[in-house]
């Protein structure tokens, strides 16, 4: 059974770096493709950026300048870096599993991530 | 980007009614479209994938249709635990992106 588990930081200011990691047990880390969601209070989903089990990497271009994702396969966790947050970037973050193809099997349990002066 | 536009905004059907949610994309996604089930405070739940498969433990009440650009999620008879917002995605191409979501609520 695929659980994903996640933490960070929940409270930053304008201009810090948001910093999240999401721990995978269960099931295999290789041979998936392995992303970050974000959801704004009340808003819908937007997609930040994909990374696979070997760091091959896409991004959304609309955060690409700021956003790296990154792999650590010994521990089995990903990482998301976001720099320069602003009050825009307050959402709650979520990593997910993607399934046979890119849709998102597994979720974590999401982050909320508030960037206030 | 390919847009993703779904429809009703809000629905309000009674419980054992049916309920069909609407999705269109901007441009075709072949059938690289999947449907999201999201309740307040958790994370969204894998319906549909391939935009007619069900996912695994997804009831038979939930289906899926469509392919290219118009999409449809079914609900044959509503239970009281599918009222939830629900969210179409489309993984065609990159940027993989949502629709807006519908909300699926008791009349």
């Known amino acids: 059974q695929v659980q994903l588990q996640q933490w960070g930081a929940g409270l930053l200011r304008p201009s810090e770096t948001l910093s999240l990691t999401c721990a995978v047990y269960?099931?295999?880390?290789?041979?998936?493709?392995w992303s970050w969601v974000r959801q704004p209070p009340g808003k819908g989903l937007e997609w930040i950026g994909e990374?696979?089990?070997?760091?091959?990497?896409n991004y959304n271009p609309s955060l690409k300048t700021r956003v790296t994702i990154s792999v650590d396969t010994s521990k089995n966790q990903f990482s998301l870096r976001l720099s320069s947050v602003t009050a825009a970037d307050t959402a709650v973050y979520f990593c997910a599993r993607h399934g046979g193809s890119d849709y998102f099997q597994h979720w974590g349990q999401g982050t909320l991530v508030t960037v206030s002066s | 980007e390919k847009v993703m536009t779904q429809s009703p905004a809000t629905l309000s059907v009674s419980p054992g009614e049916r309920a069909s949610l609407s999705c269109r994309a901007s441009?075709?996604?072949?059938?690289?479209l999947a449907w999201y089930q999201q309740k307040p405070g958790q994370a969204p739940r894998l319906l549909i994938y391939?935009?007619?498969t069900r996912a695994t433990g997804i009831p038979a009440r939930f289906s899926g249709s469509g392919s290219g650009t118009e999409f449809t999620l079914t609900i044959s008879s509503l239970q009281s635990e599918d009222f939830a917002v629900y969210y179409c995605?489309?993984?065609?191409?990159?940027?993989?992106?949502f629709g807006q979501g519908t909300n699926l609520e008791i009349k």
């Open positions: 441009q075709s996604v072949s059938s690289h």
């Open positions: 990374i696979s089990h070997s760091g091959t990497t």
């Open positions: 269960g099931g295999s880390f290789s041979g998936h493709y």
């Open positions: 391939g935009a007619s």
């Open positions: 995605q489309q993984y065609n191409i990159w940027p993989y992106t």
